[in-house]
């Protein structure tokens, strides 16, 4: 994960994804938002869990490593 975040970047402007919603429609809002700063996959996948708060966080936070993501 040697890509830095944008030199703009001041975080996201939306509602923390709790898991009681629609996760779909937040990882809408999340890409819409996130691609105003950048298109890479992997600044993507840095600020992501900081779109999340609560259960979702802490399940996200546990999640095992994955082959895809041991590649970034």
């Known amino acids: 994960m040697d890509v830095e975040l944008p030199f703009h970047w001041k975080g996201l402007n939306i509602e923390s994804y709790d898991g009681t919603t629609d996760p779909d429609k937040h990882v809408n809002i999340f890409s819409t938002q996130a691609t105003l700063y950048t298109d890479h996959d992997v600044v993507f996948c ?17 999640l095992p490593p994955t082959p895809l993501l041991a590649l970034i």
């Open 46 to 62: 840095s600020i992501f869990p900081t779109s999340l708060k609560g259960a979702a966080l802490s399940w996200f936070t546990y």
